[in-house]
């Protein structure tokens, strides 16, 4: 397994929620309001970074909008290669989604892969009228043609780095970093 090691912070505590609160604004902007429209946290990381984005446009509107999880363990497609055992935990949405206007909510798009695992996912449990994406960090080297509706930020980095977002709900602290691999 490779070793990284921190290289720089990218957000901090601060910057994060500037990120999420603009996010918020864009959100109510392009869909005219939040009427039909319920956020879906992408587990784990992608849970309370919509629960916040919630609470922001809570604030901005004056009443609350629907928060549901997604757990993508299913649709993954590459199962067959993990190591470590899998665990399911269940998606909870509190309403059909169907005909409703949904926002995926994630840390980080990278690929792509795990945005396809979360359609699949979702398109199970009914038709929505439109899936937009929202991520705090989009970090380039897509292997399938996605792209997010609302970014935190942009941040182009190499197959060297990766991104770690630390959420105070999971991690106890909140802030972006880039880790670097170790070695050669």
Do not use: C, W
Not at 95 to 124: C, M, N, P, Y
Not at 153 to 163: G, L, M
Request: aromatic letters at 2%; proline letters at 3%; zero cysteines.
């Amino acid at each position: 397994m490779q070793e990284y090691q921190e290289k720089t912070q990218l957000m901090d505590e601060q910057a994060l929620q500037r990120a999420l609160t603009r996010i918020a604004h864009e959100i109510i902007e392009r869909n005219k309001g939040i009427d039909d429209l319920v956020l879906v946290g992408i587990r784990s990381r992608g849970i309370p970074l919509a629960e916040r984005l919630a609470r922001a446009i809570e604030r901005i509107e004056g009443r609350a909008v629907l928060v549901g999880t997604l757990d993508i363990t299913l649709h993954r497609d590459d199962l067959d290669r993990l190591q470590e055992r899998v665990t399911v935990h269940p998606t909870e949405l509190p309403v059909s989604i169907v005909d409703k206007i949904v926002v995926l909510v994630d840390d980080v798009l990278f690929t792509g892969r795990t945005v396809r695992a979360a359609l699949d996912a979702l398109i199970e449990l009914g038709r929505p009228r439109l899936i937009q994406l929202a991520v705090l960090v989009d970090r380039g080297h897509r292997e399938l043609p996605i792209r997010a509706d609302y970014v935190g930020r942009n941040v182009p980095t190499s197959r060297r780095e990766q991104i770690a977002v630390r959420i105070k709900e999971i991690d106890g602290s909140d802030e972006v970093v880039i880790l670097e691999q170790s070695g050669s």
